[in-house]
């Protein structure tokens, strides 16, 4: 790796001892694992970061996802970005943006919720949440920069390593392409006084290190976003092709909710959402669950690849 | 303004309703009036957005200060990044990040707060919540894009424009210096292949034009966040200097929490927070009142400037 992009690590990565020990739980316990990595990064402009710049990205598939890969026996290791959606949580987004709006002080002075405001979904989710807390199948690590991302990925990934095939990484967040090295931190201005000039360099490919060094045996999920259909799927496999990542999961921007293809060397699937009230990720999870199974006990036919 | 900037301004603003109402209303009721900016502004940098550029800002202190504006009396008009911290909401803030933590099914099935986690903060700010929005005293209006903002802010404070020296503008928005015009948004690579450069232009200094033509005659309150304690107050007196606005709220970026300077043209005065349990926005807001309240009723001696 670049060691300009190198010089942003922090020496002392939080939650490295939690990662470790979730690892080693997982391990004993011969769980499939689940990476999901989610949400977007963050590239600071400044030392003292005022500006910065970012990848749009609520994180609802990551966190759907999640959810459904917990809900089929996997542990999940949810690498999200600081305030992007997550499992179970989700369910109360318009509730966390207004909390005030959902009290009420009731007669006898106790604070009470507006219980109509409580739907099904909510319900299950916390008991979903308590369940999975209380089994030591899920961690949250939460990141902001495309440093802390990559780091935490590399820390992650090396931990898991000893896993084998049992691990999938589910690598559907939305990582900058670029950043600025510390000697572009100065603002070069033109004459005119007038433009500013960003100089803005690549960032390293997470996939291509996580499947050459990192966890060469784990099952490895790529995501493709493309705004224009008629490109996406040959830059899908162009990705399958050149990081070596097993599956592409691959949709536009705006049929994101809707449909989506994985995307294998020798084919090419298209899941659409079953009914209005079902979620994509649903259908998405099941097939990687199967491919990952595949994978995992019948080597044979991906060692052909 | 410039052309290339207002081309990104939408025909359909939404609120725009609301804000009429909003204002008609204050003026009958001949309430004073503080528009609050609060928040960062994002800058997109594809027409289909992915990418974009920030300004880092949870919106505290805009949150804070319009709290202490309403339990002054004022009606508030608060302009907010989507998702940054709102008055009363604010103090929810660990609930609206891991809401199923806080909930529970209790024996008779229904669903419970811990009671131990509501403050008795976060009881009196639902209370004060739910008075203001009955008194029709608060609006808050999102926005997103830098474009937004400044829409926003030009729609608010023409129609403010009729309440005179009532209205305080209070402009504590982290507003982005740059943004990426339309002709620019094909990115240009070096030969390297291998650089991204980012060519931008400079957002219209919206502070000048509230003063100018906007609001002329509204208490124009600025900030100004350095990293540099040495440059700090000469910078902000540039600002008071150059744009017309009455007084300067200046700290540095480390000390935001702490202290605020209050810049005038021939004066300036350093606040401090009173105890570590107290919020530095209670005598900003203190201060700013009372120099709202002589610019209005005693014309002569701002006039004078």
Avoid at 8 to 20: G, R, V
Wanted: proline residues 4%; glycine residues 4%; contains cysteine.
């Amino acid at each position: 790796m670049e060691s300009s992009f190198e010089a942003y690590f922090t020496p002392n990565l939080p939650f490295q001892s939690e990662i470790e020990a979730f690892v080693d739980l997982q391990s004993k316990l011969q769980r499939p694992l689940a990476v999901v990595a989610s949400g977007g990064t963050s590239v600071p402009l400044e030392q003292h970061t005022v500006r910065f710049l970012d990848n749009f990205s609520t994180g609802r598939r990551g966190a759907a996802s999640a959810e459904y890969l917990l809900q089929t026996g996997y542990a999940v290791l949810f690498l999200f970005r600081d305030k992007s959606l997550q499992p179970f949580h989700r369910h109360f987004e318009g509730f966390a943006a207004k909390p005030a709006e959902f009290f009420a002080l009731s007669g006898n002075g106790r604070w009470e919720l507006d219980s109509a405001l409580l739907t099904s979904v909510m319900e299950t989710g916390v008991l979903q949440y308590r369940q999975v807390r209380e089994e030591r199948r899920y961690l949250p690590v939460p990141y902001c920069t495309v440093y802390e991302y990559v780091q935490y990925l590399q820390k992650v990934a090396t931990s898991c390593a000893r896993l084998g095939r049992a691990v999938v990484m589910y690598m559907a967040a939305a990582v900058s392409d670029f950043y600025l090295p510390f000697e572009n931190f100065f603002v070069h201005k033109t004459s005119s006084d007038e433009d500013l000039v960003l100089r803005l360099q690549r960032v390293p490919k997470c996939l291509d290190i996580l499947h050459s060094a990192w966890a060469p045996e784990a099952f490895l999920v790529g995501f493709k976003l493309e705004t224009n259909m008629d490109t996406l799927l040959e830059r899908a496999r162009q990705l399958l092709e050149r990081s070596g990542a097993h599956i592409v999961i691959a949709n536009t921007l705006q049929e994101r909710h809707e449909s989506v293809w994985v995307v294998q060397h020798d084919r090419q699937e298209r899941l659409e959402k079953a009914s209005p009230e079902d979620e994509l990720e649903r259908q998405l999870v099941a097939s990687v669950v199967a491919l990952h199974r595949s994978y995992w006990q019948d080597n044979e036919s991906w060692n052909q690849r």
